[in-house]
């Protein structure tokens, strides 16, 4: 299998695991603060890094239900969020390939 790399961002803000620091995402890629995770405020993010996504699997969510993925750091494995697979209403198609990040796991890296 070889060694995994972990990519480095670069930007005005960049967020990391609030265990290991390991970089997840930057500012540029926020679309959306407004989000709700399992354990408070989230965050939805068009792109991370630096994360494996686990099996996917239907949620009923306060939006409808979702196929999504759960996201944990590369290094330390903590659960960080989730990756939206598929929106099965209309109005939530915009989150299918994105990804939320929890407020509350994440740290400042930069």
Known sequence: ??????RYLTGE??????????HL???HSMVSR???????RAYLFKFVVN????????????TGNH???DIFCCKCGTTLG?????????SQKYKEGMFILERNLLVDVQ
């Not at 967020?15 to 620091?21: M, T, V």
Request: net charge positive; proline share 6%; glycine share 10%.
């Open 25 to 27: 995402a930057a500012l």
């Open 51 to 62: 994360v494996i996504e686990g099996e996917p699997n239907d949620r009923p969510m306060t």
């Open 13 to 22: 803000r960049i967020y990391g695991c609030s265990k290991c620091k390991t």
């Open 82 to 90: 989730w990756k939206y697979d598929r929106a099965y209403e209309p």
């Open 1 to 6: 299998m070889g060694m995994s790399y972990r």
């Open 67 to 69: 196929t999504v993925r």
């Open 34 to 40: 407004a989000f709700n995770g399992q354990h408070g």
